[in-house]
């Protein structure tokens, strides 16, 4: 079965410890290689040959994967590779033959060790004295490679130089800010002793001041001595900048040491997918189960986040109610240092690739796996737990909500409901998860509090499943068309949504931003189209009118051959477009009340990628307009400049941005340490003047509207069918992610509540907008009836 996927770029890699077996087969990649290159030729929208032309396109993107900076092949290296393999991969790869791949990797991994000999020989032999006036670029993905090995010294030097002078700028920056904590700790202590003059007793006696850093109950109720733990946190800290930087490209060469056969094919054939089109990718088995994961939000393992260390791996999480946490012995950074399945012997990880360790802990359910730890409350000793896979349920990113009371500062007391969406997630073998079904429960919830007005906050939401988009789109729209799509052969179809008339009918603003793509902007146009919504955010989403599907490259291979790691292949195989005829590729979709965002300098969405398929146009299909006028949107822009040219926030957006593209713009960065100190220096005289200014604003505010501020309520899919509301200063992050993590030394609360009302810029300025539609549009919102001709507009969006 066919799996329809609207997703922006390629899942990312888990650290999680996840699923099932992975395959240790002795597969045929070259045989793999031929049959996803058939598979491409004929299954990619473009029924674009695997040509001379593929081929180059093949080679220029191996080669910029492995050495996107440009720094470790030289112009012969590269001249070398073209003239051997610039128009004949493609012959290689159809004969079964992958060995361009290998003998290209093996000289990209030889010209890495050469550069780590170089920085060994170079930090020993020369003396950096930070004080010339020569600039070394930022971005070098663009730059020529260098011409020759003399060449490529004088810029490995530079190189060298920089990395030095950043670490020498971070040693400077860290030491600054551990005195700005203590200053402001001792501040606090200062102020609370002030605030309590009569608590003599409460005072540390000098002689027993060394028991500060005794050891303290941590959240597992475990003893965890602090000392211990900030030594292990503290170890690079140690290292001069010299030894950090030499660290640094130890580790990358270590890391590429590492990688096999079918790693390197991997590398190859993602190379091979992405000359097609950027979201067209080969996924290894291991990318293929983590993708599964992504989609589904269940993962069967251990239920442990796994984060690298220098010796293993630590325990970074723990999923609440997963087996890790039933079977209670495993804590809180602890380090894995071993791993054996069953009664089998045990296999050291040290030194492992994150994702091998993860591999190794995989497995069926209620199949055992042996994990050695060195316990973070006993860093001189070890400990062997066993524990019995399960499934894991991943929580973090599913749905949820919030009901946000506004204060009588702000005007009449609205009721605003908030949905948080940051993928359409969807079971697409078992069908037992669904995103619209979850988000109808929120908001079935939200709608039986009496909200005024909804938020659907899709803000870096890169897309998912193409039906739950079409279902999410027809919980606020009755039964019409929600996305058009084109496929090879020019043949135009579309997708309704089935409902006879929506859940929810009242005033509605999406929010995004252009990191929201694909499904997002599926959802966005309709909404938009049928003047249903107002979309605020960025002036544009990411710009993905693609749709791909999953095939397995197994089922194209032949019937005895070792299929067991031959991966997926994620295909385009179709444009989609929107109900009025535009399309999203490239161009996105426009917000209709922009807000300023410093993503809008940055180079990122779909214009900026390789092989992008173009822009086009569609007829457009007949709709009903939910409401017959369109939305007062010249009068609400101007009320939101108005205020955002009165606000603090969105002004040091706007300088953020100007200086960002200044930078990006100019793509050098100077070698000098004074010019490098000074211009550090004034970023962080700056950021903590915003810092200051923003705490006064948030003060002001603080005291002036005392204890009536925002109520905001916390709604999960474990908690939205119980009778009470969860408040703010009820719910805690755990409830949220339903994972248990380590804390951190800076976790002193929310990004929101540092800024004035407890609320970050963009979503206090959507419910800002939320009030002016409201105030704007006197006539209540209803959905069009059934036998209304009125239209929506022929011409593309």
């Known amino acids: 079965m066919n799996r329809f996927l609207l997703t922006p770029v390629a899942a990312a890699a888990s650290a999680l410890a996840l699923l099932i077996p992975s395959a240790q087969a002795e597969t045929n990649f070259g045989q793999v290689a031929m049959h996803v290159a058939y598979m491409l030729q004929n299954h990619h929208y473009s029924k674009q040959d695997f040509d001379d032309k593929v081929s180059g396109e093949m080679l220029h993107n191996y080669l910029n994967m492995l050495d996107f900076k440009h720094i470790f092949f030289t112009e012969q290296d590269v001249a070398g590779?073209?003239?051997?393999?610039?128009?004949?991969?493609?012959?290689?790869?159809?004969?079964?033959?992958?060995?361009?791949a290998i003998e290209i990797y093996d000289i990209y991994k030889q010209r890495v060790k050469e550069r780590v000999d170089f920085l060994k020989k170079a930090l020993d032999a020369n003396k950096f004295t930070f004080d010339s006036k020569r600039t070394i670029e930022i971005k070098r993905d663009k730059a020529p490679w260098p011409k020759d090995k003399a060449a490529q010294d004088k810029l490995w030097l530079e190189i060298i130089e920089d990395n030095l002078l950043a670490e020498r700028i971070a040693d400077e920056t860290h030491e600054r800010d551990e005195k700005k904590k203590?200053?402001?700790?001792?501040?606090?202590?200062?102020?609370?002793?002030?605030?309590?003059?009569?608590?003599?007793?409460?005072?540390?006696?000098?002689?027993?001041?060394k028991v500060i850093e005794a050891p303290k109950p941590t959240a597992?109720?475990?003893?965890?001595?602090?000392?211990?733990?900030?030594?292990?946190?503290?170890?690079?800290?140690?290292?001069?900048?010299?030894?950090?930087?030499?660290?640094?490209?130890?580790?990358?060469l270590e890391s590429i040491d590492e990688n096999d056969t079918k790693e390197v094919v991997n590398f190859f054939l993602s190379s091979l997918a992405t000359a097609y089109d950027p979201h067209t990718e080969y996924m290894s088995t291991d990318e293929s189960d983590n993708f599964k994961i992504h989609m589904q939000h269940q993962l069967v393992?251990?239920?442990?986040?796994?984060?690298q260390k220098d010796d293993g791996a630590e325990i970074q999480g723990i999923v609440v109610g997963g087996p890790a946490d039933k079977q209670g012995v495993l804590k809180l950074n602890d380090r894995i240092i071993?791993?054996?399945?069953?009664?089998?012997?045990?296999?050291?990880?040290?030194?492992?690739?994150?994702?091998?360790?993860?591999?190794?802990?995989?497995?069926?359910?209620n199949t055992t796996v042996r994990i050695k730890i060195v316990p973070a409350d006993d860093p001189s000793g070890n400990k062997i737990i066993s524990i019995v896979r399960d499934k894991v349920p991943l929580k973090e990113k599913l749905a949820n909500a919030e009901l946000l009371v506004t204060p009588p500062d702000l005007g009449k007391t609205l009721k605003v409901g908030w949905i948080n969406l940051s993928n359409f997630y969807a079971d697409m073998e078992n069908g037992t998860v669904s995103t619209s079904v979850d988000v109808e429960r929120l908001l079935r919830r939200l709608m039986k509090e009496k909200i005024d007005g909804l938020v659907l906050d899709l803000r870096d939401n890169g897309g998912g499943s193409l039906d739950e988009a079409i279902k999410l789109t027809g919980l606020f729209i009755p039964a019409g068309p929600v996305v058009q799509a084109k496929d090879w052969r020019g043949s135009i179809t579309w997708r309704?949504?089935?409902?006879?008339?929506p859940v929810y009918d009242g005033p509605m603003i999406v929010l995004t931003n252009k990191a929201s793509a694909s499904a997002s902007e599926i959802l966005a146009a309709a909404l938009q189209d049928y003047r249903r919504a107002l979309i605020v955010g960025d002036k544009s989403t990411f710009g993905k009118g693609t749709v791909q599907t999953i095939l397995p490259v197994e089922r194209y291979m032949p019937f005895f051959s070792d299929k067991k790691g031959a991966g997926d292949l994620k295909v385009t195989i179709q444009k989609f477009y929107r109900i009025a005829g535009g399309s999203t590729q490239l161009k996105g979709v426009e917000a209709d009340i922009p807000l300023p965002s410093i993503r809008d300098v940055l180079d990122i969405g779909e214009s900026?990628?390789?092989?992008?398929?173009?822009?086009?146009?569609?007829?457009?299909r007949k709709y009903p307009l939910f409401r017959k006028e369109p939305f007062p949107i010249e009068e609400i822009n101007a009320r939101v400049k108005s205020r955002i040219a009165a606000n603090p926030e969105f002004q040091t957006v706007m300088d953020e941005s100007k200086r960002l593209k200044e930078k990006i713009d100019h793509n050098t960065v100077s070698l000098n340490l004074k010019e490098r100190e000074q211009e550090r220096l004034d970023t962080e005289a700056r950021r903590d003047k915003q810092t200051e200014e923003r705490a006064k604003r948030a003060k002001e505010v603080a005291e002036r509207i005392k204890d009536n501020g925002f109520k905001t309520y916390h709604l999960t899919l474990d908690n939205v069918d119980k009778p009470d509301l969860v408040p703010e200063s009820a719910f805690s992050k755990e409830m949220n992610s339903g994972m248990r993590t380590a804390s951190k030394d800076d976790d002193s609360g929310s990004d929101e509540s540092k800024f004035p009302y407890g609320v970050e810029p963009v979503k206090l300025e959507t419910i800002h907008i939320l009030r002016d539609l409201l105030e704007l549009d006197h006539k209540p919102t209803t959905a069009a009836k059934t036998g209304d001709k009125s239209q929506a507009s022929t011409k593309a969006q």
Do not use: W
């Open 301 to 307: 393992g251990i239920g442990a986040l796994l984060g």
């Open 182 to 209: 203590a200053e402001k700790a001792a501040a606090k202590k200062a102020a609370t002793a002030e605030a309590k003059p009569d608590a003599k007793s409460e005072a540390v006696p000098t002689d027993e001041r």
């Open 338 to 365: 071993a791993v054996a399945q069953g009664d089998d012997e045990f296999v050291d990880v040290k030194y492992l690739k994150l994702q091998k360790i993860v591999d190794m802990i995989r497995g069926e359910v």
């Open 220 to 252: 597992d109720g475990e003893t965890t001595p602090k000392v211990a733990v900030k030594k292990e946190k503290d170890k690079d800290k140690e290292l001069t900048p010299k030894e950090r930087v030499l660290k640094d490209y130890t580790r990358l």
């Open 81 to 100: 590779f073209k003239d051997k393999y610039e128009t004949t991969l493609d012959d290689h790869v159809l004969m079964r033959n992958i060995s361009p």
């Open 608 to 620: 900026s990628a390789e092989n992008p398929l173009p822009y086009d146009t569609i007829p457009a």
């Open 496 to 501: 309704d949504c089935e409902n006879e008339k």
